[in-house]
């Protein structure tokens, strides 16, 4: 078994909390990435299960076993950095066999192992060359060989593709989920690229200030976002947040966003917001750039006038920065009250304008004038104070 758990893992360095009673439990052969920011404890996390930091607090296990107090080479464990090491003056072979040397694996043995895992990570005609000559792609494959080599229980990654162009990056990232899908080692992956962990991972563990936001599937991650924190980490083009007055219309649950009232569907009636519905005066609405819908101005009922100020194609999708302008200024979606309120708030993030996403042939000119809506079904709703999803 090569399951790995946390348990109430805390460290600290002087005055620093990296960690805060982390629980954590990594599956046999899943493979997990901790994502979050610079310095949410990411490699502490990773350190601590190598052995390579002591926790001040807690217990690291693997399977059954408390390993603790286990020096990082009882642990049965591989680590690759950001930052690779090759011995300058082996060549790669010899780099690679290196930990089987070192373990006192007969020579045939280690040829035939080595010879192995060129071919899985594609570097055969690598193995004669010295780390000067290759490429620093495929010096991170080196490297990813070395450690696979001794066959461990478990591999730990620490942002192992930062230092790789978008192009290689991209190929080593669909390496290494092959590589896992082959191999089936428990992986911990971490990275700051909510992208890459999107795109790699069997579960995604979501970090703020050495805490666990949110653990799950990159599609619940994505989707169904414990709060707003994770909601704004995760997404490219990153999601739009509103400030939302919460209101009742036709017997039935509404927002007034911008002067513009929006009837709550169905979907909206989870028990969360039943729960909080009658507390709030106000809440905070996601939605995602793609769910964005883009009409012209006086179609549709609950739309918000905008005015098209920015367009980035960005190959098949063309990215919109809309300008919300105020309703009240405007007669033609009349339908609903006016406010008289101050344009659109645009929750915490600083511009004010709305991204959408949408198809290249579908993309206004700037300086059009757009109505944006959004499908019920489509809307997140944050607290408006702390923030937790509803
Ligand atoms: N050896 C150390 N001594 C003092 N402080 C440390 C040490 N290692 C980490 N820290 C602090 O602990 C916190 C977590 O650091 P950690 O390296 O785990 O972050 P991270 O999530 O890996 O960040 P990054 O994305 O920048 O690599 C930071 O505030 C960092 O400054
Ligand atoms: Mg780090």
Redesign the pocket.
Same mark, same amino acid.
């Given at each position: 078994m090569a399951s790995i758990s946390l348990r109430g893992i805390s460290?600290r360095?002087?005055d620093?909390e990296? =960690?805060k009673e982390l629980d954590l439990d990594i599956q046999d052969g899943e493979f997990l990435s =901790?994502l979050?920011?610079?310095?949410?404890?990411?490699?502490?996390? =990773?350190?601590l299960v190598a052995g390579l930091?002591e926790p001040t607090a807690g217990d690291v296990y693997m399977g059954e076993e408390r390993v603790t107090d286990l020096a990082p080479a009882d642990r049965d464990i591989a680590m690759v950095f950001q930052l690779f090491a090759l011995y300058p003056y082996m060549t790669i072979r010899e780099n690679i066999a290196f930990p089987l040397r070192a373990q006192g694996v007969r020579a045939a043995e280690t040829r035939k192992r080595v010879d192995a895992v060129a071919e899985l990570l594609g570097i055969e005609a690598l193995l004669s060359l010295g780390p000067a000559q290759v490429h620093p792609a495929d010096g991170q494959r080196v490297a990813i060989a070395k450690a696979i080599v001794r066959e461990p229980r478990v591999f730990l990654f620490?942002?192992p593709l930062s230092q790789l162009d978008a192009h290689m990056r991209s190929r080593m990232r669909a390496e290494l989920k092959h590589l896992h899908d082959t191999v089936g080692r428990t992986t911990l992956f971490?990275t700051?690229d909510q992208a890459e962990g999107l795109a790699i991972s069997d579960r995604i563990g979501v970090?703020r200030q050495?805490e666990l936001v949110q653990l799950g599937t990159p599609e619940e991650i994505f989707h169904r976002p414990t709060d707003r924190y994770v909601a704004e980490f995760v997404g490219t083009p990153p999601i739009n947040l509103f400030e939302a007055e919460v209101c009742e219309r036709d017997g039935a649950r509404a927002l007034r966003v911008g002067g513009v009232e929006m009837r709550l569907g169905e979907p909206l009636h989870t028990a969360g917001v039943d729960a909080q519905w009658g507390k709030l005066e106000s809440v905070t609405v996601g939605v995602r750039p793609r769910y964005v819908d883009l009409g012209s101005r006086g179609e549709g009922e609950a739309a918000l006038p905008g005015v098209v100020e920015v367009v980035e194609p960005t190959g098949r999708d063309t990215l919109l920065h809309v300008r919300l302008t105020e309703h009240a200024d405007r007669g033609e979606t009349g339908s609903f009250p006016s406010q008289g309120k101050a344009g659109m708030e645009s929750g915490g993030s600083s511009d004010a304008t709305t991204r959408c996403l949408v198809a290249r042939a579908a993309a206004p000119p700037e300086g059009a004038e757009v109505a944006l809506s959004f499908r019920p079904e489509h809307v997140l709703l944050f607290h408006p104070e702390t923030g937790a999803a509803l």
């Open positions: 460290k360095f002087g620093v990296a =960690l =901790l979050g920011p610079s310095g949410c404890g990411k490699t502490t996390t =990773l350190r930091e620490d942002e971490v700051h970090m050495g």
